[in-house]
Structures are given as structure tokens and as C-alpha cells.
């Protein structure tokens, strides 16, 4: 033992060792390199997870967006002539002007290149005017009016249909204005225009309000009747000890409440109770079971619901 101890002195003198810290590194470099190879390694694969963007990109795909129709009164589109408007007058081209800072510009920029703040982040981007490739429906003055009464689906760009005819060309010669060059259409393809939108008649476009609005009314104009029959469901099931028909012929109380708030035909007679409820089967809380009642039961239990459902 004591001569084993002694050679492990002679070859690691340990008291020399903390002398000279050097000479640990010659005992711990082993260490040192596994822990490089280690790390090495595990960067190595993660390199997706470590160079991935902490901060999410702004740009908005507004493919997803899902805009509601805004409210419109109904208007009357005036018919038009389209050879007349067509011509880029310099008075059309001024009130084009206008109309474009006050709908266009917000998006598309003052002069048309696009980086209007309104429409910085929109995937695609709003249409740099001054570009002239890559355009969905075309530069042309027919090809851009039909942009304006559609829209440009899955885009930020809207239908402008609601905006009269004569306006819409307005814009569309102050947009031309600042391209400089652009391809015309022939008097041909501007007939075909006229025919296509029947911009020569002119039409009457109806109110519109926005789909959830218009839910929401319906849903209020229902309420009192919703609520009621909540109220007049509880009554009955309470009651579904003391008559017994109620469990042979109701399933779920509230909504066979509001299916006979709707009308009075089933008080009359057993056979019209029968009959109303038979109609709207099975989904107006009653089941079929409610044939099986005797006459004497059918009676107790319309009684009874005409008793509760005023
Ligand atoms: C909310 C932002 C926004 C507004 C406001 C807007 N646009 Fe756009 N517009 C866009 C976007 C986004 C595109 C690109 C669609 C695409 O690349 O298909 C676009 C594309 C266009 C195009 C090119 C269509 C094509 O064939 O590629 C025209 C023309 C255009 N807009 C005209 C107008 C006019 C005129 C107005 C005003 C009456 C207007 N836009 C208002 C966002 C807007």
C-alpha cells in the first residue's frame, strides 16, 4: 500500500501542481476539448432553432384578412357615354386627381408608386402605377375599370362599384397621367366595356349592411321570443313528474317552447297539435313518441302547454 501511494506522488506531485497552475492544464484539457465537441455538436443541430427570426416578420397576408361589407345607402349609378369619358380631358384628369388622393393615394401613394402608408404590410403590396409588369388584369383604362368593379380577390384591393362610372375613369386618367406611357384601348374593346358593365343604362345598386349587423338584428328581433321560451322550457320540465306525457313526447323543453311559440295552429285540437308538431320533426324538440299518447293524454298535455306557453 504504502509503496503504491508513494508512486502515485512521484508521477502527479500534487503540491508542485498548485504551484504552477499551468501544469493543470495538462490534467484538465480533456475536459476542456469534450466540452467543445459537445457544444459543438449541439449547435451544430440546432442550427434551424438558433438562426430562427425571435421576432415575427410585420408583413400582413392579407390573403387571410377577411374584410365586412360596410354600410351603403342604395345608389343610382348614372349611365354614361363611354366614347366621351374615355378621352383623358384635362378636366377629367384634374377631378381624377382629387379622387385618387382622397381613395387611392392612402395605399398606392401620391404618385402612384405604391408605398402609401395604409398599405405598407399588405402581401401582396398595393400596385406600384409606375411598374409596368405584373399586373393581375391589365394597365389599360377597360382593364382598370374592371379592377374597380370587382376588386382584386384575396388582395387588399377592393371593388369600387359604388362609385360612379364617370369618376371611376376620372381616376383612371389621372392614374394614366402619372404613368406617362400606357397601352390604349381600341374603340372596339371600350364597346365591349360598355356592354360588359352596361354603362350606358346605368343601374340602381341596393342598401347593403355588413353580414354581421344584419345577424345580430335578426338574433334581436328574436331575443324576447329566445328568452321566453327558455323560461317557458324550465316550467315544463319541472312539471315532468306530475305529467307524465311529457317525457313520451318532449326532448328538449326550451326548444319545443320556442317552436310552439311560434304559432297558435296547434292549440286547436289534438289533431293540429299533432299535426303542427309532426311538421318540423325531429328538430323542434319533440320525438316521435308523441304519437303513441292516448287522446286522453294528448289533451292533458296541450292543455298544459297552452297553460304555460302564452
Ligand atoms: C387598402 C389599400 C388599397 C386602396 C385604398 C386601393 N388599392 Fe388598389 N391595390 C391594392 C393592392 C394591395 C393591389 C395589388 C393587388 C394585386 O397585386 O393583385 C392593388 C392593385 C391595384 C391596381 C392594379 C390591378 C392589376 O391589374 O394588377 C389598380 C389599377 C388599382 N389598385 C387601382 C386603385 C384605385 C383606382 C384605387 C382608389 C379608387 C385603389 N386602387 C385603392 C390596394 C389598395
Not at 366614347?83 to 377629367?92: F, H, Y
Not at 404613368?179 to 354603362?199: A, R
Request: with cysteine.
Amino acid at each position: 500500500m504504502e509503496l503504491n501511494n508513494k508512486k502515485i506522488e512521484e508521477e502527479i506531485n500534487f503540491k508542485n501542481v498548485v504551484k504552477t497552475p499551468i501544469r493543470w492544464f495538462g490534467i484538465i484539457y480533456p475536459y476542456f476539448l469534450f466540452l467543445i465537441v459537445v457544444g459543438g455538436l449541439f449547435y451544430v443541430s440546432n442550427l434551424n432553432s438558433i438562426n430562427e427570426n425571435k421576432i415575427k416578420p410585420t408583413i400582413i397576408d392579407s390573403t387571410r384578412l377577411k374584410s365586412e361589407l360596410p354600410v351603403r345607402m342604395a345608389v343610382r349609378i348614372e349611365g354614361v357615354n363611354v366614347k366621351e369619358i374615355a378621352k383623358p380631358a384635362a378636366e377629367l384628369i384634374a377631378k381624377g386627381r382629387e379622387l385618387y388622393l382622397a381613395s387611392c393615394a392612402s395605399c398606392h401613394g401620391n404618385e402612384g408608386r405604391g408605398d402609401g402608408i395604409a398599405g405598407a404590410g399588405l402581401a401582396p403590396a398595393p400596385r406600384n402605377f409606375l411598374q409596368k409588369d405584373g399586373w393581375t388584369n391589365g394597365l389599360t383604362l377597360a382593364d382598370m375599370f374592371k379592377t374597380l368593379e370587382e376588386g382584386i380577390a384575396g388582395t387588399g384591393m377592393a371593388a369600387y362599384e359604388y362609385m360612379p362610372v364617370a369618376d371611376r375613369f376620372a381616376i383612371i386618367h389621372f392614374i394614366h397621367s402619372l404613368m406617362g406611357d400606357y397601352p390604349e384601348n381600341t374603340p372596339d374593346e371600350l364597346e365591349q366595356l360598355n356592354i360588359k358593365y352596361k354603362l350606358a343604362d346605368g343601374r340602381i345598386l341596393p342598401n347593403q349592411i355588413p353580414v354581421e349587423k344584419a345577424l345580430k338584428i335578426i338574433a334581436e328581433e328574436n331575443l324576447p321570443l329566445l328568452n321566453k321560451s327558455i323560461a317557458y322550457g324550465k316550467v315544463i320540465s319541472i312539471n315532468q313528474n306530475k305529467i307524465e306525457s311529457i317525457a313520451k313526447a318532449i326532448t328538449k323543453e326550451e326548444v319545443a317552447a320556442y317552436y310552439l311559440s311560434k304559432s297558435d295552429l296547434w292549440r286547436r285540437s289534438n289533431n293540429d297539435f299533432k299535426e303542427y308538431v309532426s311538421i318540423g320533426l325531429p328538430d323542434n324538440g319533440f320525438k316521435a313518441g308523441i304519437y303513441l299518447l292516448s287522446e286522453e293524454e294528448t289533451t292533458q298535455l296541450r292543455t298544459f302547454l297552452a297553460d304555460v306557453i302564452k
